[in-house]
């Protein structure tokens, strides 16, 4: 395991490819599911690279499983028979368990990856609804200096996150 570990962390320090980072996930996947106690802190690395990837609900699902039953007391770690990281397309706009999400137990890699989640998603939910606004007034005849003016800054800062989202 510790081999193993380290070649994650090499290939990552040094090879900055998506390929790269896929690889890493796997293998701290299959760790994860060889030892599920992790005593190497492996779920700490693991939605970065979910995040890296842009897989983002599959990083949300890991990351309320850790904080839902993971955090379980009566959860033990040595039952194979019990589920493990079996949470699927958790609803990440839900607001009821939020407040476990932020608390002194969970430690800042895996806070981080959660308000960096809500953040893409605000951001999606921005560009979603700039892009109904816009199409709203070209198609209803209303676009004049004044709306384009209004509707400026939004739309700039729109672009820019794509440019971004392309590239990254």
């Not at 379980?72 to 397309?89: A, C, I, K, P």
């Not at 816009?134 to 198609?139: M, N, P, Q, S």
Request: with cysteine.
């Amino acid at each position: 395991m510790r081999a193993r570990i380290d070649l994650v962390i090499i290939t990552l320090k040094y090879v900055s490819t998506q390929d790269a980072v896929s690889s890493s996930l796997s293998h701290l996947l299959d760790m994860l599911r060889l030892c599920r106690n992790d005593s190497l802190g492996v779920r700490n690395m693991i939605p970065n690279l979910y995040l890296r990837l842009h897989q983002n609900q599959k990083c949300y699902d890991f990351l309320k499983w850790y904080a839902t039953v993971g955090q379980r007391g009566d959860y033990s770690w040595d039952d194979l028979s019990l589920g493990f990281l079996d949470l699927e397309n958790e609803d990440p706009l839900e607001s009821e368990g939020l407040e476990n999400m932020f608390c002194g137990r969970w430690s800042v890699a895996h806070g981080v990856p959660a308000l960096l989640l809500k953040l893409r998603l605000l951001l999606d939910f921005k560009d979603f609804l700039a892009s109904f606004a816009l199409y709203d007034l070209v198609e209803n005849g209303k676009l004049n200096l004044d709306t384009v003016r209004e509707e400026r800054h939004p739309l700039i800062f729109i672009l820019v996150w794509r440019q971004r989202r392309e590239q990254g």
